[in-house]
């Protein structure tokens, strides 16, 4: 099925030059010379990269056949990621580059959304805050107090993350897992 630029929308998943991708932002453009168009910028679903796309006014594009599917992440095996799909229980096999970045984030039995496109996984869509705890941490030094100090962190996933003085080993912390930033201590 295809669409025109009248119909783009933030959100909108397509194909481009054979891969998946889905619109960030568009905007009508009416120059006072020439034909109209629409300025996009894309991201392309399987490598996670942001492209801007011009297309001209009336131009179609082939939607995505992408689909989403709730799935549990169970564990790690060798370089697999084994997640297991909520409605037919079966267990799938993912790499680590299909993960990439978000496996830093992935605790397991936590729930993601897995996008896939012509029946092959593609990508990960984690919770945007997760909690995780602190494993190891040095301590604040005494007398440091300059105003936006931060020190690094491990998590029990593995990741690393600046954190304020006052963490400490043991503490509960909510990360962004769009930016991989600290936001705060966990209640």
Known sequence: MEVDTSQFRNGL????DGQPFVM?????????????????KV???????????????????????????????????GDNLVFMDQS????????KDTV????LFLKENMEVE???????PINIDLPSFVELLVTKCDPGVKGDTASGATKPATLETGAVVNVPLFIKE?????????TGAYVDRAK
Do not use: C
């Open 13 to 16: 998943r397509f194909i481009l």
């Open 24 to 40: 960030t932002y568009f905007q009508h453009v009416k120059p006072g010379k020439g034909g109209a168009f629409v300025r996009t």
């Open 43 to 77: 991201k392309n679903l399987v490598n996670g990269k942001v492209l801007e796309r011009n297309f001209r006014s009336g131009e179609r594009v082939e939607l995505a056949d992408v689909e989403e599917k709730q799935m549990q992440y169970l564990y790690l095996d």
């Open 88 to 95: 037919s229980y079966d267990q799938l096999p993912f790499s």
């Open 100 to 103: 990439g970045e978000a496996r």
């Open 114 to 120: 897995v996008l896939f496109w012509n029946n092959k």
């Open 170 to 178: 043991g503490d509960k912390l909510r990360i962004d897992t769009r």
